[in-house]
């Protein structure tokens, strides 16, 4: 048997597939189970283990023992054997989600250069690239006989057009130091692609969508003809969308007087690259990272008015996700030209946040977008297919959900890739 385990690492949080490959259908391997662990670093942490064929045996459980990743991904390993009776020596690929990937534009095996490749760029990514070497590491003494893989982010962005990728900065610096915008969640897009063109039956080479993957970090994504022709975060995830714990655009000069007493008196503080990546966004304005507590503290009633000045912080918080989300729609529509297949929600505030769907439907309807059906959109559920839309079906381009799945698209990508399996 040949199984593939695919391995999302993220900041405080570990999501595991576990996939049976069939050569003669590469492009479509079975999920045989699944499994997530979140609080990782405030145990207790929570793990859940779900078997496919064995829903009654699913688990639900706190474990004090988990501290950190590698004790995550141990204790895994360890309820794959008990609850699973899955024999790890038929675990042949492990498919690992790494944030950045600077300038590796494909999926590689990893060996020590491709390793240490990753580590130098955990700076640009450090709430993610650090958590998957953990891992990694973890994976490689768990399971010597697998081959550990490395699927980035980063990878689906490797077309973008030059002036979109380029800074306006010194070139020389900038070549020099892999200074530009690289974009990510590209798994995620990968994913969304397919999976909208065979919704709307159309080649993938021929889809064009404006795409949004809304989670805790949030970006979105204007794919023309089936690849990236712009996307909101750059150099780093931090620029574009804010998100739970990250600010979004703002000012380069911003951090400097971050924690000055004057504007006149700029400072650097070293803490300050730690603080825009963990304390800032959603967090900062209003003490949660959780947005469905935020939306149900809204006055939706204020977002009616555009000149609004609310200071609740919740409205703000929302009002402002809105106005980023409305912002970069306008600019792909036009980097589109108009021809836009679908607007596409995804992650988990995309396919979750009924108010959310709702507030930016109202607005882009003006560019031709279907009006939202309100009561498939209150309805959309995360069994009701990879593909949901939520559009009155009046002739408008589509608003669709996509249940976007990061694991199965590195499974397929591993599958389908003939050199993984020599």
Known sequence: MSLVLAVNAGSSSLKISLFRRSADNAANPVLLLSSSISSIFTPPAKFKFSPV???????????????????????????????????????????????HGGDYANPVIILEESYHHIERLSDLAPLHNGSALSVIKSANRALPHAKSIAFFDSAFHKHLPTHVATYAINQQVAQERGLKKYGFHG??????????????????????IIALHIG???????????????????????????????????????????TSRSPARMSHDPSLSKEVKVTEGWKALTGTTDFKAITEKVDMSALSDPMSRTTDPNTLAFRIMLDRILHFTGAYFLALGGDVDALVFAGGVGERSIELRRAVGEAVACLGFAAMDETKNTQVKDGDGMVVDIGKGDGGKRMLVCHTDEQFEMARECSLTKEFWV
């Open 53 to 99: 064929a064995l829903q009654h045996r699913s688990l639900n459980e706190e474990v004090d023992s988990i501290h950190d990743h590698a004790s995550a991904f141990s204790h895994f390993l360890d309820r794959l054997k008990e609850e699973a009776s899955v024999n790890p020596i038929d675990i042949k690929h492990i498919a690992h989600r790494v944030v």
């Open 187 to 208: 798994l995620s897009y990968g994913f969304i692609s397919r999976a909208v063109a065979a919704q709307l039956n159309k080649a993938p080479d021929a889809l064009n």
């Open 216 to 258: 805790s970090g949030a970006s979105m994504c204007a794919i023309r003809n089936g690849q990236s022709i712009d996307t909101t975060m750059g150099l780093t995830p931090l620029s574009g969308l804010p998100g739970a714990t990250r600010a979004g655009d703002i000012d380069a000069s911003l951090i400097f007087h971050y």
